[in-house]
């Protein structure tokens, strides 16, 4: 009869985003994953499917020290999206508001008949309507410097944290090695 070496894995599958797939993938393979396959999900996500042997060496540590680098890699895409999330609520708001006064403008103009000041005041109100819908992007742009200028600096911190946790996981799969 032939011996045959059987190994025993472990399967996992997870979701991220399309831009983050190249990094997920690097992510879990410092962890002793072997990456089977990748799907694209029908919201713009990519399920990977991942495998590991049961029985490695040193898979409690490789385990918290995974649950550490999603942790940071989460930490990571909520500060990437932080960058233009207060900037967009704020354009919003600020656009429904000059569309509001254009509207009121228009309103001015229509609804009173035969008056010369509303009309000179509707198209007044309508004109500052508008700039305040032009000037919305140029307020949007300068939130969002101002925002990337103060986030920037936590992601490199947490962007360092997470290199830093990958190599520990990858010094423990060299282990294993050796």
């Given amino acids: 009869m032939q011996d045959k070496d059987f190994v025993s894995y472990e399967y996992k599958t997870v979701n991220v985003k399309t831009k983050d797939q190249t990094k997920a993938m690097d992510m879990y393979e410092a962890f002793g994953w072997e990456i089977t396959g990748t799907t694209p999900t029908v919201v713009g996500d990519v399920t990977i499917s991942l495998k590991r042997d049961r029985k490695q060496k040193h898979k409690q540590e490789l385990t918290k ?17 932080s960058k233009t999330m207060g900037a967009n609520i704020f354009a919003y708001i600020f656009g429904v508001f000059a569309t509001l006064v254009l509207g009121g403008g228009m309103c001015l103009v229509m609804l009173i008949e035969n008056s010369i000041p509303a009309l000179i005041g509707g198209i007044v109100i309508g004109v500052i309507g508008i700039a305040l819908c032009g000037v919305n992007y140029f307020i949007y742009k300068k939130i969002v410097a101002k925002r990337i200028k103060q986030v920037l600096p936590v992601i490199d911190r947490a962007e360092e944290e997470l290199a830093n946790i990958l190599e520990k996981g990858n010094d423990l799969l060299r282990a294993d090695l050796i």
Avoid: S, V, W, Y
Avoid at 65 to 81: C, G, P, S, Y
């Fill in 65 to 81: 020290l995974e649950r550490q680098a999603e942790d940071t890699f989460e930490a990571i895409n909520r500060l990437q999206q």
